[in-house]
């Protein structure tokens, strides 16, 4: 490990604690812990949902994804950002004047049930903890083959840093160190497709040329299909990844966090500009690492083309370069964990400790007690869970929490909204046979079943053959909906859809405080 | 003003009964529909292109083929659509206050 980038990676952790030293003196109230106190700004809240959404799987994955297989990688930026059009015309406006803390509250709006609550928490934690798993295995990886530290030790180190961000500086600390790390993630980005533009001589258009010739999949790397050779399975993916944003748990909290429907809006747009520029500047990454790189380098340092970016950064900047990137990919990781942190612990404490055990009769201290307590047990379990992951494709288990958040969340969220008719037990039965059908699909999946040996858990034919089961999944969420909706009739303790519906479009919440 | 006022004195059965209410949330969704179903369509039109035609496979400029165009503009879409939300909202923005005006703020 070179000086520099001891320098670098010392600089981010400490100025990340420096915030989190500063969020800790202001946070202590249960709305400060969980939602800054809806202190936030638009462009804040914007840089913070960029922070919160830009992943390892974003950062490290596409840019591998496009540098091995072309155009096919490049499907994960076009949906990921279609996905803000359903946020920002569906779902944020209303989400903000529904909602509290977490997304069952927004529920919870309109169905008192426990079960309802109970339900969207049980998919809160699942969608967290496999989201997790993800960019923990990610960042084991990553320092571990940047340091060469033990994969356990990396894994250590990450989760010690998330859980002291949330811990002591709860959402505010999360803000933060989530809109620095979107400011060096897109420094960085921005860096590297600079030269490998120098590289091509500023010749957009001649990139693509050069790129026919430059990977071992010749013409083929500038068209669909490297990779998704079966249109259902390319359709499938594709629908959990633009559904999928607007039913994940640490997405939608980060819309708690200002204090109206209009602010909330605003955010969405910062953060469609930003995501949709980093989304575009992957090609340059991907293009790059490919040519400059090579295909053959890239794989043999990691499978999946996880190291593509950094590798390329070094071979355009040297070691500095490198270093600065590297350090950018261990603050991508640890803003989006402790976002995910503070997901997990928002459901446990706030809605199955606070709501369904205490019945909402909690005081101000034992809620703060309670989400401390949570986001600690939550980031045990995830850094034990990682410990034991280390050989799990971290692509497919973000894809994967798409899938979930899409087929048992999005069915409930916007029928919450948007129909009068919808019940207790269509809700009810909307995120259990969302969440349960994904889950079994993949239990059944060639990812877990591959005749191929060592690439799946067990060697054999997989009985549902897709990879991603959303084009199955998500129907059925919504059907179980419908379905569960129409055999029954309104729970006694439900709210009028008169009052859901005025609220979530007037959002008279602001006027009653 | 206490929450509990509030809640007391609205009805909501009939604040959404009201001209003014009816007409925001038809305008609403009147606006919203077709850009909703606008922006799927042409998103899963892409891989129904790429996967069941070769017509994206054509070169546009240079090396470029028609594939990336289609993306591109995909994300030039989404900027848009964003853009003509924010200018939409603001004038119902103005409606929804000329509601709590009128019939909750007496």
Redesign the interface.
């Given at each position: 490990m070179s000086f520099i980038s001891i320098i670098i990676f010392v600089g981010v952790i400490g100025l990340t604690l420096a915030i989190t030293y500063w969020a800790a003196k202001q946070t202590t109230t249960a709305s400060d812990f969980y939602t800054a106190g809806g202190s936030l700004t638009g462009w804040q809240n914007g840089m913070a949902i960029a922070g919160d959404y830009l992943s390892a799987a974003s950062f490290l994955g596409i840019a591998g994804a496009i540098s091995l297989n072309g155009f096919d990688g490049f499907y994960y930026s076009v949906g990921w950002l279609t996905a803000y059009l359903v946020v920002l015309f569906l779902i944020a406006e209303p989400l903000r004047n529904l909602g509290k803390f977490t997304m069952a509250d927004m529920i919870g709006a309109r169905f008192h049930a426990r079960k309802i609550r109970g339900a969207a928490a049980l998919n809160t934690i699942t969608i967290v903890l496999f989201y997790m798993l993800a960019q923990l295995v990610g960042a084991g990886a990553l320092i571990k083959l940047l340091f060469g530290i033990d994969y356990w030790l990396s894994v250590l180190i990450v989760g010690f840093m998330m859980t002291i961000y949330v811990l002591f500086g709860g959402m505010t600390a999360t803000s933060w160190v989530q809109i620095v790390k979107a400011i060096l993630l897109m420094a960085g980005t921005i860096i590297i497709s600079f030269l490998v533009l120098l590289k091509f001589n500023f010749n957009f258009i001649g990139m693509f040329d050069a790129m026919r010739t430059a990977t071992p999949h010749g013409e083929a790397f500038l068209h669909s299909g490297v990779v998704y050779k079966d249109p259902i399975g390319l359709i499938s993916v594709l629908i959990a990844l633009v559904l999928g944003t607007a039913g994940l748990p640490h997405i939608l909290m980060r819309f708690f966090t200002v204090k109206d429907a209009k602010t909330a809006r605003s955010s969405v747009v910062y953060a469609v500009w930003i995501i949709g520029l980093f989304y575009v500047l992957t090609i340059f990454l991907g293009f790059g690492a490919a040519k400059f790189v090579g295909a053959d380098a890239i794989v043999a340092e990691n499978a999946a083309g996880n190291m593509a970016a950094p590798m390329l950064a070094g071979i355009l900047g040297g070691d500095a370069l490198e270093s600065f990137v590297a350090a950018v990919a261990f603050a991508t990781i640890l803003a989006v964990v402790a976002g995910l942190v503070l997901s997990g612990a928002s459901a446990i404490a706030h809605d199955l400790y606070g709501e369904i055990i205490k019945k909402g009769k909690v005081t101000e201290k034992q809620q703060v007690n309670a989400a401390r307590i949570a986001a600690l047990s939550v980031a045990v379990i995830s850094i034990l869970l990682a410990l034991g992951a280390e050989k799990m494709n971290v692509a497919f288990l973000v894809s994967l929490a798409f899938c979930i958040a899409a087929s048992a969340n999005v069915p409930t969220i916007l029928f919450t909204i948007y129909w009068k008719r919808f019940n207790t037990t269509g809700a009810v039965a909307s995120m259990l046979v969302g969440l349960f059908t994904a889950l079994i699909l993949v239990a059944v999946s060639p990812n877990v079943i591959n005749p191929v040996e060592g690439a799946a858990f067990f060697v054999g034919n997989p009985i549902f053959p897709l990879e991603n089961p959303a084009i199955i999944s998500v129907p059925a969420g919504f059907l179980a909906a419908i379905i569960g909706t129409l055999v029954s009739s309104r729970a006694k303790d439900e709210i009028s859809y008169a009052e859901v519906k005025f609220k979530a479009e007037v959002g008279f919440k602001e006027l009653e405080s | 003003?206490s929450?509990k006022m509030?809640?007391q004195k609205?009805d909501?059965?009939y604040?959404?009964q009201t001209e003014e209410?009816k007409s925001?949330?038809k305008r609403?969704h009147r606006f919203?529909t077709p850009?909703?179903i606008f922006?799927?369509l042409v998103?899963?039109t892409?891989?129904?292109l790429?996967?069941?035609t070769s017509l994206?496979?054509i070169r546009a400029?240079?090396?470029?083929?028609w594939?990336?165009i289609y993306?591109?503009s995909?994300?030039v879409m989404?900027?848009v659509?964003?853009?003509i939300?924010?200018n939409k909202?603001k004038e119902f923005?103005k409606d929804?206050e000329e509601?709590?005006k009128k019939h909750?703020?007496k």
């Open positions: - | 003003m929450q509030n809640e609205i909501y059965e604040t959404i209410f925001l949330v609403k919203t850009y909703v922006f799927f998103f899963f892409l891989p129904v790429t996967s069941y994206l496979e400029i240079g090396w470029m083929t594939t990336w993306s591109f995909i994300f989404v900027w659509l964003t853009s939300y924010m909202a923005d929804v509601i709590i909750i703020v």
